[in-house]
């Protein structure tokens, strides 16, 4: 399997509201989307664009939410995962499995819309590490 595109940097925020401010007033984005709900992941998703890929800001959803063991460690938030793009998701999820690399429940509709997986960061040097199948269909 070849390594794609670097999609998103995923960002933990107590407040995506907050954030969006911090992004759009103090470091310049001038393209930004609006927020919306991510039920099955358990995160309010909002997509900030910069020139060469995206910054993810996520908020917890729901009393369930993983990203609430994140930020009693970090209340200020921080960055929470990579999310690197691949032509077949299942194709990716087989070459992992190969390797050794767990992942962290199945492969599931992601923010984009297109199938995600994220491995365990004890296997990947640390990174919480988010795998996503191409919208584009690139490789
Ligand atoms: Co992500």
Known sequence: MKLGHLN????????????????????????????????????????????????????????????????????AGGQHHLCYEVPDIHEAKAWFESKGARLLGEPRVGAHGTPIFFLHPKDMGGVLTEIMESPRGEH
């Open 8 to 75: 998103h940097i995923g960002v933990a925020t107590p407040s995506i509201e907050a954030s969006i401010a911090l992004y759009r007033d103090v470091l310049g984005a001038t393209s930004i989307g609006e927020p919306f709900d991510l039920p099955a992941q358990g995160v309010r998703v909002c997509f900030v664009d910069t020139p060469n890929t995206q910054i993810e800001l996520i908020e917890p959803l729901g009393e369930t939410s993983p990203l609430h063991g994140f930020l009693a460690k970090n209340p």
